[in-house]
């Protein structure tokens, strides 16, 4: 009798470790799968799609979304976008992170290029400190339609949340930063550069 009870118990708690194994199986594999789904229609295009995999509903990159053209930036930017994700992890019960390898074009040295052509044509006296930012938006727009442009690759954590739909990626400055090629950082260094440039 004791014998059969504790095969019993072994058996119960064998059944229950399964059962969360895989419980947590599948609450990664949604996880991932948000991630994974949000790349995919931003690469293809499909901001509407795009959307459905994003906590707010919505991505607006706004120092891309500001530029005259900026869709043409961020089209340039998502064809090259590729993601590998490498591990996911639940942070309580309504939070997870993903880390991830994200490739995209390395418009840090595009803006950079950019940028050091404006100052050298300020400083020539080609154009006037008014003329600053429409110029390197011209600069910047030739630069992203040229062919074999370099990539850039990341390693990344990704913030999710659980809502009601699923899990969803919290468009945070970080991922931004991350799926457009580190391109906030460098808006944020090559302003700084030119004011500095400017005010000389």
């Known amino acids: 009798m004791k014998r059969n009870l504790i095969k019993k118990i ?32 931003l690469k293809a295009g499909d901001m509407q799609k795009a959307g459905t995999f994003i906590d ?29 994700v490498l591990s996911s992890e639940k942070k309580g019960s309504d939070e997870a992170v993903v880390t991830a390898e994200i490739t995209t074009l390395d418009l840090t ?21 008014e003329d600053i930012d429409r110029r390197t938006e011209e600069i910047f727009k030739e630069a992203i339609e040229k062919d074999n442009l370099a990539t850039v690759t990341n390693e ?5 949340k659980k809502t009601d739909a699923g899990w969803k990626v919290v468009a945070d400055k ?21 004011f500095k440039t400017a005010e000389e």
């Open 56 to 84: 707010a509903g919505g991505l607006e990159i706004s120092d891309i979304d500001s530029l005259d053209g900026g869709d043409q930036v961020l089209e340039a930017v998502f064809s090259q976008l590729e993601c590998k």
């Open 156 to 160: 990344t954590q990704i913030l999710l």
């Open 10 to 41: 072994a058996l119960i708690l064998v059944l229950a470790q399964a059962l969360c194994l895989s419980a947590c199986g599948g609450q990664k594999k949604e996880i991932e799968e948000a991630v994974t789904g949000l790349m995919t229609a």
């Open 109 to 129: 040295a595009i803006l950079g290029q950019s940028t050091m052509t404006v100052l050298q044509e300020f400083a020539m006296g080609e154009i006037q400190e």
């Open 174 to 194: 970080t991922f931004q930063n991350a799926i457009s090629g580190g391109f906030l950082g460098a808006v944020n260094d090559a302003q700084s550069a030119l």
